[in-house]
């Protein structure tokens, strides 16, 4: 399932989890095995024991009410990528975006470096990324 919206409405929020629990929506983490979930909250919850500056709770999968994938997408010359951070620590913060299409050449050709095999991201003004919009992934949470 996949809400969009107006690139200028959106904060981009790179990668995360969101989960429900006793119909509650917690921000979620997996592991360290594919079943465990870990729960966050910034306010102390029944059960949940504190952790730093957050509380956390462990659970498998099968607890939650549902888990879904939270990805911040959008296009970048006019081909797909996935936005994993915005970056304000230099002299012209951007979006840092990874490429998601299918040709190294258009990669490269856009700019991207190469990171890992098959694997390319580059940092770029936020005005340059069109049709930003957050796509939800459920995630099974039955084995």
């Known amino acids: 399932m996949s809400d969009a919206h107006r690139g200028d409405d959106i904060e981009p929020v790179g990668l995360g989890f969101i ?5 509650q929506t917690f921000p979620a983490a997996i ?10 909250s910034d306010t102390e919850e029944e059960g949940f024991e504190r952790s730093g500056g957050y509380w956390r709770l462990a659970l498998r ?3 939650l009410s549902w888990l879904t994938l ?7 010359g006019g081909e797909p990528c996935l936005i994993l951070d915005e970056d304000e620590g230099s002299d012209t913060p951007g979006l840092h975006i990874a490429y998601t299409g299918h040709s190294g050449m258009k990669a490269e050709a856009l700019g991207y470096w190469l990171v890992d095999h098959g694997a390319y991201e580059v940092v770029v ?6 049709s930003i ?3 939800r992934i459920a995630i099974p949470i039955k084995p």
């Open 70 to 76: 939270l990805r911040t997408v959008g296009a970048f």
């Open 133 to 135: 919009r957050v796509e």
């Open 125 to 130: 003004p936020r005005e340059e990324v069109h």
């Open 61 to 63: 999968r099968r607890e």
């Open 31 to 40: 592991g360290p095995d594919s079943e465990d979930v870990i729960l966050f």
């Open 19 to 23: 989960a429900g629990y006793r119909d």
